[in-house]
């Protein structure tokens, strides 16, 4: 089956530490990208990625970083920068450059700040 | 003033109903439009997408599009149990991969 996976589904972590979240799709989509959902504020998007070895700034980037080494890979890291992290954070991948502009999301990782 | 605007409910109607939601955009530059359904604690899945004015159909769902007005919605005819989840707007423009969500309606249906 194609799809995005996320892990872990929830993670709890303490304050000061760095947490990396996982995301890998098996979709062959070039773009990937990385939002934060809140109560009542909808999806943020963080970091996004349109080719390997390249990614661009969200519009919540602070606190934040990425890699993408591999087409099918686009780890997130909440670093201890990041005020407020506990949210749910969702992963998404797409094909860009085709005009089919849906993105695909993963299940989600909640991650809670102790 | 957000690009996008969603009344986030939370929003019930008994079974049967017709429930409408709605978003409103400010960025002409818009020019697709999407709709995901999201249950709790899942990732969001594509509902509707279209990039023109007017009205597209897909079973139950009705999405509409008024450029003009920038004014998009989303028609459930029948409601169910099963539609009971979160549903969210979602709009881009053409030669950028980048998407603008609304906050999400919260949608719970009576049975």
């Known amino acids: 089956d194609g799809g995005i996976t996320q892990s872990p589904k929830y993670l709890f972590r303490k304050e000061g530490q760095n947490v990396t979240l996982s995301c890998e799709q098996n979709l062959n989509h070039d773009a990937m990208y990385w939002y934060r959902q809140d109560p009542g504020q909808g999806l943020r998007l963080i970091y996004y990625s349109q080719i390997v070895n390249d990614f661009q700034k969200g519009d919540i980037a602070e606190g934040y970083s990425v890699s993408r080494e591999k087409k099918e890979s686009f780890p997130l890291t909440v670093t201890s920068a990041q005020k407020n992290p506990t949210a749910f954070y969702l992963c998404?991948?797409?094909?860009?450059?085709?005009?089919?502009?849906?993105?695909?999301f993963g299940p989600g990782t909640r991650l809670t700040v102790l | 003033q957000k690009e996008v605007e969603q009344d986030p409910g939370p929003l019930s109607v008994p079974e049967g109903a017709i429930v409408s939601l709605n978003c409103t955009y400010s960025?002409?530059?818009?020019?697709?439009f999407m709709w995901y359904r999201q249950y709790s604690r899942k990732g969001p899945e594509l509902l509707m997408y279209?990039?023109?004015?007017g009205n597209k159909e897909d079973g139950r769902f009705t999405a509409q599009v008024d450029k003009s007005s920038k004014y998009i919605s989303l028609f459930i005819r029948d409601s169910q149990p099963s539609d009971s989840a979160t549903y969210l707007c979602a709009m881009g423009g053409f030669g950028n991969e980048k998407l603008t969500f609304g906050t999400g309606t919260r949608l719970t249906i009576i049975p």
């Open positions: 279209t990039y023109s004015s």
């Open positions: 998404a991948s797409s094909i860009p450059g085709t005009g089919e502009h849906e993105q695909f």
């Open positions: 960025n002409s530059a818009f020019q697709y």
